[in-house]
C-alpha cells in the first residue's frame, strides 16, 4: 500500500455518484447550494466551466475536477449564464458526458492532505485515460437498476485519480517516495532504521537530509507524525483511551499522550522558505 492510500484509509474518504447531466439544448448552467466536502465534475466530450465564487475553472474533456464547495457553485457550458440543463435521461441525445458527485473528507484530512480549494487531473487539461474509461463505465450504469454502489465505487476511481494528480506536497519527492509508503505501511515492529536501509541506497545521514528537505521531519518524526493520525482518528471515532492505547502498543494512557504531544506533521518546502511566494 502507498503513503497515499494509508493517509486516506486513517482520515477516510467518502464519494457519491451525484448525476450525470442531460440537456435537451446545447448551452446551460446548472447552480448548485454550498454543502460540506467537495463537488467533484468530470467530463467525458464536453468542456464545462466551473465557478466557486468569483472564481472559476474550465474543465476539459477527458479531466475531472474537484471544487470546495463552501461557497454556491455553477457549472455551465460557457462563461454565460443560461438555463438550466432540461434534458430526459432516457433520451441518448440529451447526454452531455458531464458527471458530478461529492467527496468528503475525514476530520484530519486538512492536516493530512493539504487539500487546496481546488484539485484537478494533471497535466492541466490533458485527457486523462482513467477518466475517460471511467465516464465511459459511468454513462452505461445511467439508467441501471440497483447499480448506485457501482456508480459510487466509480466516482471513488474518478476522485483517486485526482488526489494521485495532486498529492500533498511532502510525497512529492520521488527520490523517498518508496521510503515513505513503506514507512507508513509498514508493521510497527518494524524500526524505521530497517525501513529506511531496505528502500534508500544511500547513507541514513543522506536520508535523513534529504526527507528535511522535502518533509521538514527526519524519517522517525514523519513516521511518528503518521501513527499520530491513526491514533487521533481512532479516538475521534469514539473508541476508548485504554483500548486505543493497548491497540497502538503504548505502555498506557500516559504513554499515548505523550506520544501525541510530540508528533509535529511535515512541513512543505514553501513553508520552509520564506522568500517562497
Known sequence: MD???CLLDTVGLDVRDGRAIVSATPDWTL???????YVWVASRATTVWVWSGP????VRA???LLVRAAAPIAIGTSP???EPPDGSPTDPFDATGVHLGTARFGTLAAEALDLPDVLRTRPRDALSDDVLRTLGHLDSLTAA????AHRDALARTIVLTVLRDEQPPF???????RCIDTLFAAEPSRTTGDVVSATMRCSRRTAERRFRESTGRTPDELRRWYRSLQVRQALLDG???HEVAHRFAFAGVGSLRRALARARPPITADALDPLAS
Open 55 to 58: 472564481d472559476h475553472e474550465v
Open 171 to 177: 510525497l512529492a519527492d520521488g527520490s523517498i517516495a
Open 145 to 148: 437498476r440497483r447499480a448506485s
Open 62 to 64: 477527458g479531466s475531472a
Open 80 to 82: 454565460d449564464r443560461h
Open 239 to 241: 473508541a476508548d483511551e
Open 3 to 5: 503513503a497515499l492510500a
Open 31 to 37: 447552480d448548485l447550494g454550498p454543502s460540506d466536502g
